[in-house]
């Protein structure tokens, strides 16, 4: 079993990466790769601490999955094989937009006559649940049951899902347009292939785009991306078959996995996502797994 999907607290996770090893292990995962936000801080740690590697017995894919913007909405591309000495990822203040990002979304509350408690409501860094924008005001949001004709007015979320349902959603009061902060797409894809790596459309069918099918279709079939992740924690099966057929129309290779992120989808397990939904057997990645660097 793999999983080419997973997040440690060099980004959003909030696994350390000797906790996240030793979970992949118990659950006898053979081939995994850490995918941390527009970071490979994981695999210097691992450089660092050579003696972590010893946790986990089978393969790391080495990879990270990058954020762009397409058609003015954030998407991400998981690279996967890149030297992580090599990649060129994309340096944002994050900190100043995240801040900046929740100022907008406290006077759209406002707006809205939404209560929040602004002594709850900021961006902490170093805390895990508080570095997005996103994560913070969805889940203050929901503290307050008053709330809740509203949010079912303007669209129900869970605090995960805030980013994609609002924030990055252009008919939601909460969008917020990130393009000034991103690479464009083929950019990205160009830095992925600098640094030797494949790389693949991050769960296509969770961004909000009007006709999903379409947007997915122009760049599988307009752009250099090698593949593209066809087994997600929140897919259907209509769309897993849907995303085979586009792989396989457009010569694309395939990956899977869940986007586990600890504590904070909770919801979400390492290897087999909610609920035991997900079952990735290694065959699924043969076409290119030798393709790729491993640590």
Known sequence: MIDLHMHTNHSDGTDSVEELLKKAEAKKLEIISITDHDSVGAY???????????LFSGKIIIGSELKTCYK?????????????????????????????????????????????????????????????????????????????????????????????????????????????????????????????GLAFLAHGYIYPFKNKDEVIEEILSTTQIDGMECIYTSFSEEEKEKAYKLCKKYNKYMSGGTDYHAKNKPNIDLGSGVNNNIKIEKEFIKAWEDKVRYI
């Open 44 to 54: 210097y740690e691992l450089e660092k601490r050579p003696e972590l590697r010893n």
């Open 72 to 196: 003015r909405v954030p998407i991400e591309i998981l690279g996967y094989g890149i030297d992580y000495n090599k990649i060129r990822v994309h340096e944002v203040d994050d900190e100043k937009m995240q801040k900046e990002i929740l100022e907008q979304m406290k006077q759209v509350a406002k707006n809205l006559g939404l209560k929040f408690d602004e002594d709850s409501t900021y961006i902490d860094r170093q805390d895990p649940t508080k570095q997005w924008a996103a994560f913070t005001m969805g889940t203050e949001l929901l503290r307050h049951e008053e709330n809740k004709n509203i949010i079912k007015e303007i669209g129900e979320f869970a605090p995960e899902e805030f980013f994609r349902v609002h924030e990055s959603n252009m008919d939601s009061p909460f969008y917020f347009d990130e393009t000034y902060a991103s690479l464009e797409i083929s950019e990205l894809i160009y830095r992925i292939h600098e640094a030797g």
